[in-house]
Structure formats: structure tokens, C-alpha cells
């Protein structure tokens, strides 16, 4: 691998871990100023919110300008995003802000990628960028529990400076200001990257021109046989696994009576799992296998459900476990079916645009009916039950559009899945 990928990898990583550390210090924020529960569970679409918003955009804004500027960029808007939530502003409206610097920095960051490295070195490029993006996620949720711990906040709120009152007091704010200088740090990285010499593609004059190139690349997506299926699926494990890490928290502050900090390492556990099941699909799963692992989502939705009847730690950790593996397991292969289709069909870029705005859409959707079900009084189990009743019915309709495909189109299908195999095989030599 070339060293500019190393430094792209430690910019991912730093604005990746602070990311995650930050939702648990914004939860945090949220509890300590007596927030309704809604608002909280209202963090997670927050954060789609302008990946839906700008999906047809931000592609064109990353194919625009030297990549590695655009992740300067898009980490200086989550300090300013970090900065607003510190002076004042309400935490939703800061967190948003946040999510529109990594909305800005997504295609940038796998755009990179593609001019940086033959295509030979794509897939462990993407092993890679996903291994340390799941190891960020573990990270950066068990740092954002710990900042805000009393052993460390404490030690943080101890530090005074000379002639300056910084304004922070409590826990949340120690952390927030230690998470600045981590998006500070992935911003600095961010300069360090080389210039891969690709031409940059001037932004068109009137921007609402790319809308209509968006709609039919989406809408070719959708049309087609094994993009659907896949796009479908991938689309719904992360509307599941955006949301599971609120899940997560809600769930241990209602079954085991814990607080942010002790529940923040119950979501790094999911994590875990996650990366288990990625790395065992990786090893066992080929493209063409991918339709098969439909039935994985229907477990997983079940698991969720069964989720509030776990009281018990030493059942909790494993049961977890066993949850993020299934999701993972299931996600890899229909996530480069997906990749796949995509690039055949469209190209990597906007492939990535597309995925993005669906994944975000469902993140958003499945979040906004996740805090509106609170703020109507459902408890958390309540909540939770629905959640994974509607995962589990979605992914068996899923299944159903998948095997009406086959009988109505059998020699589109087929002819799909043997390209994928050929391809596979191809890439592999």
C-alpha cells in the first residue's frame, strides 16, 4: 500500500473515533440538562439528516476539489459542530452540524480511494477502511463513556487556565472539548495527504442540475433485479444498526439500571460482534451467495425483540455478540453485491451517493418513529419491540421480492449472479 493510504486511514480513524465518542457525550449532554427521552433517541436522525439532504450534492462537492481538502473541510465543520454544542447551542441542532461534516467527508473518503490505489488493492483497501472503521466505532463509544466517567471528567474539570474562563463545568462539556481536539487532529492529518494528481471536475453552474442525474441513478438501482435486493437489505441493516446504539443504551438503562457510561461499553460489545461476523463473510461468502443470507435479517429483528427479556449480564454479553455477528455476517456479502451492481451500472462514486442516501433515509425514518414512539410514553421495551417487529417483517418482504424475482425473471437473475461470480473469480487472478 502506498504511505498517502496510511495517512488517509489515521484521518479516518481520529474523525471516526470522535464521531462515535461524540453521541455518547451528546446522550450525556442531553440527560444532564433533563431532556425529554426523545430528544436523545432524536440524536441518531439528527445525524442523517443532511446525508439525506445533500446525497446528490456531496459526490459532485468531493469530485470537485482535491479530496484530501474536502476532509479538511468537513472536520472543521464538526469542530464548529463540537464548538456550538459547548457555547449553548441546543445538542440536536450542534449534532446535525456534525453530520453534515460527515456527510461531506463520505464520498471523499472511499472517492480517494479509487485514485489512489489500482484496482487490484481495492478490496483490502475496503477491508481496511471497514476493520478500522468497526474498531473506531468500539473505541470511540467506550472513550466517549469514559470521558464523561468521574475519574476522568474530574481530572478534566480540574485543569484551570490563567485569565481564561472556558465555560466548562460539567462532565459532557470536558469531554466535548477533549473531542475538539481529536476532530483537530483528524483536520491536521487531513493536510498531510498527497495530491493524486486526477483531474478535478468543476461543480456545475446551477447546482440543482445534478438532481435529475441523482433520481434516475437512484431509480437504476432500484430497477435492477440484484441492486434492488441488495440495496434493500443493506439499506435495512443500517436503518437497524444506526439506531441499535441508542437501542443499546435505552435497553441497559431499562433492564440493568445503567448509566451512559456503564451502557456506552454494552454498545462496543455489538460492535465486536459485528467485526466477527464481517471478517467470517469475508472468508466464507462469495458474491453470488450473497442472496442467501436473506434470512439472517428476520433472526435479527427476532433478536432484537428478545433482547428485553435479557436481565442479566452474563446473558447480555454474549446474546450482543451473537447480534452484531448475524448483522455483519449478513451485510459484507450484500454490500459488495451492492458495490458491484453499483459500479456496472453507474460508476463507484455515485453508486456510493446513492447507497448513502438510502442507508441515511433509514437511519432517519427508523429514528423518527424510535423517539416519536417515546415521546408518545411507549417505554423503551415497548419501543423495542416494535423496532424489531418491523426489522423482521421488512426483511421477510424483502425475501419474498427476492424469489418473485426469481420465478418472474429467472434468466435475468441467473445471468446477474453468474457476472458477479465471473467477476469475482476475474478480480481474484
Not at 73 to 80: F, G, Q
Amino acid at each position: 500500500m502506498k504511505r498517502g493510504f496510511y495517512t488517509i486511514m489515521s484521518a479516518q480513524f481520529f474523525s471516526s473515533l470522535a464521531d462515535n465518542a461524540l453521541f455518547i457525550g451528546a446522550v450525556a449532554l442531553l440527560k444532564s440538562s433533563g431532556a425529554p427521552d426523545w430528544q436523545k433517541a432524536a440524536l441518531v436522525p439528527m445525524f442523517a439528516l443532511f446525508y439525506v439532504l445533500l446525497a446528490p450534492f456531496v459526490g459532485a462537492f468531493a469530485d470537485a476539489q482535491p479530496k484530501g481538502r474536502v476532509m479538511f473541510y468537513s472536520n472543521a465543520i464538526k469542530v464548529v459542530g463540537c464548538l456550538m454544542m459547548l457555547f449553548g447551542s441546543h445538542p440536536l441542532l450542534a449534532y446535525a452540524v456534525v453530520g453534515l461534516g460527515a456527510a461531506a467527508y463520505s464520498p471523499a473518503k472511499y472517492g480517494i480511494l479509487t485514485e489512489l490505489l489500482p484496482p487490484s488493492q481495492l478490496v483490502k483497501a475496503n477491508g481496511w477502511i471497514e476493520g478500522l472503521t468497526i474498531a473506531s466505532i468500539i473505541l470511540g463509544v467506550l472513550l466517549g463513556g469514559q470521558l464523561i466517567a468521574p475519574t476522568i471528567s474530574s481530572f478534566l474539570l480540574a485543569f484551570d487556565f490563567p485569565f481564561i474562563d472556558t465555560g466548562v463545568t460539567t462532565p459532557p462539556d470536558a469531554a466535548i472539548s477533549v473531542l475538539v481536539l481529536i476532530y483537530a487532529i483528524a483536520a491536521w492529518i487531513n493536510t498531510r495527504i498527497p495530491l493524486t494528481g486526477v483531474a478535478m471536475r468543476p461543480l456545475p453552474r446551477n447546482l440543482f442540475s445534478l438532481l435529475p442525474d441523482f433520481r434516475s441513478c437512484n431509480r437504476r438501482l432500484w430497477d435492477d433485479k440484484l441492486g434492488q435486493i441488495s440495496l434493500a437489505t443493506t439499506t435495512l441493516f443500517w436503518g437497524v444498526s444506526g439506531n441499535l446504539r441508542y437501542i443499546v443504551l435505552a435497553w441497559a438503562a431499562a433492564a440493568l439500571g445503567y448509566g451512559v457510561t456503564q451502557a456506552s461499553s454494552l454498545v462496543g460489545v455489538v460492535a465486536i460482534g459485528t467485526a466477527a461476523g464481517a471478517v467470517l463473510a469475508s472468508m466464507r461468502m462469495r458474491l453470488d451467495m450473497a442472496p442467501r443470507v436473506m434470512p439472517l435479517g428476520i433472526v435479527m429483528g427476532l433478536l432484537v425483540i428478545a433482547l428485553i427479556f435479557v436481565r442479566d449480564l452474563w446473558v447480555a454479553v454474549p446474546f450482543l455478540i451473537v447480534l452484531g455477528a448475524i448483522g455483519g455476517f449478513m451485510v459484507v456479502p450484500m454490500n459488495a453485491l451492492l458495490q458491484h451492481r453499483g459500479h456496472n451500472l453507474m460508476g463507484a462514486g455515485r453508486s456510493i451517493a446513492v447507497q448513502n442516501f438510502n442507508e441515511q433515509a433509514c437511519i432517519l425514518g427508523f429514528g423518527f418513529l424510535y423517539s416519536l414512539s417515546t415521546k408518545w410514553g411507549l417505554s423503551a421495551f415497548g419501543a423495542i419491540t416494535g423496532f424489531g417487529l418491523i426489522v423482521a417483517a421488512t426483511m421477510w418482504l424483502i425475501q419474498r421480492w427476492y424469489r418473485s424475482n426469481l420465478q418472474r425473471y429467472p434468466k435475468e437473475v441467473e445471468a446477474l449472479l453468474t457476472l458477479a461470480r465471473e467477476d469475482k473469480s476475474h478480480n481474484h487472478h
